[in-house]
């Protein structure tokens, strides 16, 4: 088949990356570009925040506390490192909250249908802002006498400030979502009497039961279920640990509950059954532990726990070594014959895993821990699976989206979270190099010392705007010119009307098939593709 060149946006890496479902490179390139747009930087600040809490309503808090897969597969990241995202989604959220800007309605008509959601956790909240957005009623009902979920009770406030998790709730509220706090479904109030009350319910229960690890001495005090010691020190309470913790566990539950234990003034030693390489914890939370000084111990499981009377004194490691890699891809461990020994402690908090709580909700629980989404129940984020924040919010936006298509006699649009490769087209040697700023961080002796302190500070201005333009907008012409100045056959001009997809039109019926256009691009925009008498791209509607 013929061929010629063709003018195609595409899916960048980022986007494909994107948990949320959101699209880092058309809010970055918003900013970078925003003179081309007709923009002052401030507006375009403003259109930034308003494409990314179109998919995402915490960009504040994402931007603090997602694992940012997107930067992973960024085409930066062989040159001089990847665009840094997360921390540009933490600089648009922080801007949304400094402005004070009101999350917009996507229609002013209300809908007939009631709208009930268990839990005001990330999938929860998610749910109920897209669909009060879109006109409905919508009711939140959380059992806790605050809401957030494991945002507020699993995430320590030295990662996520508290004022800025009650800055973007207070957003959704104000769309007119009503919240029932201190209402447990299942305790005080029936879910079958909710059903009754909505026309559709919505469970974001997550998954807020912690494991235990079932060996001998486990019950008693001393031993803490990480998400029960997370929850109660997160909401003020002074715990007393001791002087010599033990974290069972590599997670990054494990690492938040480690860290919040060095913050009680305790020497804490985590200890984890593979090595660190294996560890499922982000990367970075690992290193942030160890400068706190907390120690890690691989390759060390748990047999047991030693007591004297009811007072815990110490536990039995077992050694472990690696074996082949299990179902998850990572090697299994296998325990060492004879290699045990004990390890003096005072509190140990156990943290291997978590399931939702499906206590006192009758007939809706499952066979299993997690609810499948056929089920016959509504339901994202952790009550069908763990997973980040990120991932909860983008999976209870697609649910929304599918709801409100049904209930208006819609057609639903396939769509999935992060399902199709980026474009592989683009050239980084095209680009100058410019690495990426460096943030500051709170000494490791002052986090300790203040403990709630934000460790991590945001980029300046300055860095933002630096880093915006470090961007290569994969797979979308940014303007650079290159296909007008090297075509030999004058088949490129410049269209009339800046747009943010393809600044110059191709009139194909000059085109020789040379290829020199799609040599020089550089951001993959330009690719062979059938023959066609119309190449040029429509604008993005506004």
């Given amino acids: 088949m013929p061929t010629t060149p063709t003018q195609q946006p595409k899916r960048a890496p980022c986007q494909a990356g994107c948990i949320a479902g959101a699209d880092p490179r058309g809010w970055v390139t918003m900013i970078a570009q925003h003179e081309r747009y007709g923009l002052t930087v401030e507006e375009a600040y403003t259109k930034a925040w308003q494409t990314v809490v179109d998919v995402n309503p915490f960009p504040a808090v994402l931007g603090r506390i997602c694992p940012h897969p997107c930067e992973a597969g960024c085409s930066r990241s062989d040159k001089d490192g990847s665009v840094q995202i997360n921390k540009l989604e933490r600089f648009i959220g922080d801007w949304g909250i400094e402005q004070q800007l009101p999350l917009e309605r996507l229609q002013s008509r209300s809908q007939p249908e009631s709208i009930g959601v268990v839990g005001s956790g990330p999938a929860g909240l998610s749910f109920a802002y897209q669909m009060a957005r879109r006109g409905y009623h919508v009711t939140v009902y959380e059992g806790a006498e605050s809401p957030g979920g494991m945002l507020r009770h699993g995430v320590p406030a030295y990662r996520l400030p508290r004022t800025v998790l009650d800055a973007e709730i207070a957003r959704i509220l104000d769309l007119g979502v009503e919240l029932q706090l201190g209402t447990r479904v299942g305790h005080d109030r029936s879910l079958e009497g909710i059903e009754s009350t909505h026309d559709v319910v919505f469970l974001g229960i997550g998954a807020q039961r912690g494991l235990r690890l079932g060996v001998p001495g486990e019950r008693g005090p001393g031993i803490w279920v990480a998400t029960e010691y997370l929850r109660r020190a997160n909401l003020g309470e002074r715990i007393d640990l001791g002087h010599r913790v033990a974290v069972i566990g590599g997670g990054n539950t494990a690492i938040d509950s480690a860290r919040v234990a060095r913050r009680s003034g305790a020497s804490v030693t985590l200890l984890y059954r593979r090595t660190r390489t294996e560890m499922p914890a982000g990367k970075e939370e690992v290193q942030e532990a160890i400068v706190e000084g907390v120690q890690i111990e691989e390759l060390t499981g748990v047999l047991r726990f030693e007591r004297e009377g009811?007072?815990?004194?110490?536990?039995?490691?077992?050694?472990?070594?690696?074996?082949?890699?299990?179902?998850?891809?990572?090697?299994?461990?296998?325990?060492?014959?004879?290699?045990?020994?004990?390890?003096?402690?005072?509190?140990?908090?156990?943290?291997?895993?978590?399931?939702?709580?499906?206590?006192?909700?009758?007939?809706?629980?499952?066979?299993?821990?997690?609810v499948e989404a056929d089920d016959g129940l509504l339901a994202a984020g952790d009550v069908t699976g763990l997973g980040a924040a990120g991932s909860a919010i983008g999976r209870a936006r697609l649910?929304?989206?599918?709801?409100?298509?049904?209930?208006?006699?819609?057609?639903?649009?396939?769509?999935?979270?992060?399902?199709?490769?980026?474009?592989?087209?683009?050239?980084?040697?095209?680009?100058?190099?410019?690495?990426?700023?460096?943030?500051?961080?709170?000494?490791?002796?002052?986090?300790?010392?203040?403990?709630?302190?934000?460790?991590?500070?945001?980029?300046?201005?300055?860095?933002?705007?630096?880093?915006?333009?470090?961007?290569?907008?994969?797979?979308?012409?940014?303007?650079?010119?290159?296909?007008?100045?090297?075509?030999?056959?004058?088949?490129?001009?410049?269209?009339?009307?800046?747009?943010?997809?393809?600044?110059?039109?191709l009139t194909i019926d000059q085109c020789h098939n040379c290829g020199k256009c799609v040599d020089v691009c550089p951001c993959g925009f330009l690719t062979f593709g059938p023959e066609s008498a119309d190449n040029a791209i429509e604008p993005p509607s506004t």
């Avoid at 070594?321 to 004990?342: K, N, Q, T, V």
């Avoid at 100058?432 to 000494?443: I, K, M």
Wanted: net charge negative; hydrophobic share 35%.
């Fill in 399 to 505: 649910a929304a989206q599918n709801l409100h298509a049904r209930l208006r006699g819609h057609r639903i649009r396939p769509e999935s979270v992060a399902d199709l490769p980026g474009v592989t087209t683009v050239k980084p040697e095209y680009y100058p190099a410019n690495p990426p700023a460096e943030t500051t961080s709170l000494p490791a002796a002052l986090r300790l010392e203040e403990g709630e302190a934000e460790v991590h500070q945001g980029l300046t201005e300055s860095q933002a705007l630096n880093e915006v333009n470090r961007c290569m907008s994969c797979g979308q012409c940014f303007g650079c010119e290159h296909c007008w100045m090297f075509c030999a056959h004058d088949c490129f001009s410049p269209v009339g009307e800046t747009r943010p997809r393809g600044y110059f039109e």
């Fill in 310 to 370: 009811d007072r815990l004194r110490a536990l039995v490691a077992q050694a472990m070594r690696l074996g082949d890699p299990d179902e998850s891809g990572r090697c299994s461990p296998h325990p060492i014959a004879g290699a045990i020994r004990e390890v003096g402690t005072d509190a140990v908090i156990v943290a291997v895993s978590q399931t939702p709580d499906w206590e006192d909700l009758g007939a809706c629980r499952p066979a299993g821990d997690f």
